[in-house]
C-alpha cells in the first residue's frame, strides 16, 4: 500500500531564517506530488505541484520555493521565512490515472 | 478567483439526524469532485468522490449529490455522529490534477 510522510511535524523559526520541509511517498511510482498550505481558519491553498523528477510548476508568488530531487521525494523551501508564512503545510500525492489525492500528516510552521 | 466554494463556515446538527454540507463549483472543466474530513493538526482524509458521469454516489452513512447544470454538490451525513464533527473539504479536479479545494465548513455534531 502507499504511504506519505512529511517533516518535521511541527517547527518555530525565527524571521529571516530558512525553511525546508521534506515529503517523501512510498509504495507508487511516478506520482504527481503537491503542496498546500492552510493559513489559519482558511482553505487549502495549493502552492505547488510536480508531475515529475525536476519539474515543478507555482501556483502562487511568494517566499517559498519546491524541488523535487527523487521521483518520491518533495521539499520546500524557502531562503528567509516571513511571518506571514506561518500555518499548516500539507504534502500530497496523486498517482494518474487516479483522480483522489492523498495527504501527509501536515507540518506546523511558527514564524516568531 | 474562487473555483470551488463553501459559502457556510459552520453547521450544527443534533446526533442522529441528517447533516447536509454544500459545495458550489464555477469551472465547468471539473470532471471530478470529492470531500474530505479533516480534524486539527492532521492532514486531510478522503471520504467520498464522484465522477462528472454520475449524480449520486453512497458509501455507508455518507451520500454525494451532484448537479452539473446548477454546479452544485452536497455531501449528506446519516445519521450524524459525534465523531464526525470535523472540518470537511468540498474539492474538484481535472483528470485527477490539480485538485482544487473549498474553504471547507466546520461541522458540529451534538449529542
Known amino acids: 500500500s502507499q504511504t506519505i510522510h512529511q517533516w518535521p511535524a511541527t517547527l518555530v523559526q525565527p524571521v529571516g531564517s530558512p525553511l525546508s520541509l521534506e515529503c517523501t511517498v512510498e509504495?507508487?511510482?511516478?506520482?504527481?506530488l503537491y503542496w498546500y498550505r492552510q493559513a489559519a481558519g482558511r482553505g487549502l491553498q495549493l502552492l505547488f505541484y510536480?508531475?515529475?523528477?525536476?519539474?515543478i510548476s507555482s501556483e502562487v508568488p511568494q517566499n517559498l520555493s519546491a524541488s523535487r530531487p527523487q521521483d518520491r521525494q518533495f521539499i520546500l523551501s524557502s531562503k528567509k521565512l516571513l511571518l506571514s508564512d506561518s500555518g499548516f503545510y500539507l504534502c500530497a500525492w496523486t498517482r494518474p490515472p487516479g483522480n483522489t489525492i492523498y495527504f501527509g500528516e501536515g507540518s506546523w510552521l511558527t514564524v516568531v | 478567483d474562487q473555483q470551488v466554494k463553501q459559502n457556510s463556515p459552520s453547521l450544527s446538527v443534533q446526533e442522529g439526524r441528517i447533516s447536509i454540507l454544500n459545495c458550489d463549483y464555477t469551472?465547468?472543466?471539473?470532471?471530478?469532485f470529492l470531500w474530505y474530513k479533516k480534524y486539527p493538526a492532521e492532514g486531510p482524509t478522503f471520504l467520498i468522490s464522484i465522477s462528472s458521469i454520475k449524480d449520486k454516489n453512497e458509501d455507508g452513512r455518507f451520500t454525494v449529490f451532484l448537479n452539473k447544470s446548477a454546479k452544485h454538490l452536497s455531501l449528506h451525513i446519516v445519521p450524524s455522529q459525534p465523531g464526525d464533527s470535523a472540518v470537511y473539504f468540498c474539492a474538484a479536479n481535472t483528470g485527477g490534477f490539480k485538485t482544487i479545494f473549498g474553504a471547507g465548513t466546520r461541522l458540529f455534531v451534538k449529542a
Open positions: 509504495g507508487t511510482s511516478n506520482p504527481n
Open positions: 510536480s508531475v515529475g523528477i525536476g519539474q
Open positions: 469551472n465547468s472543466m471539473f470532471d471530478y
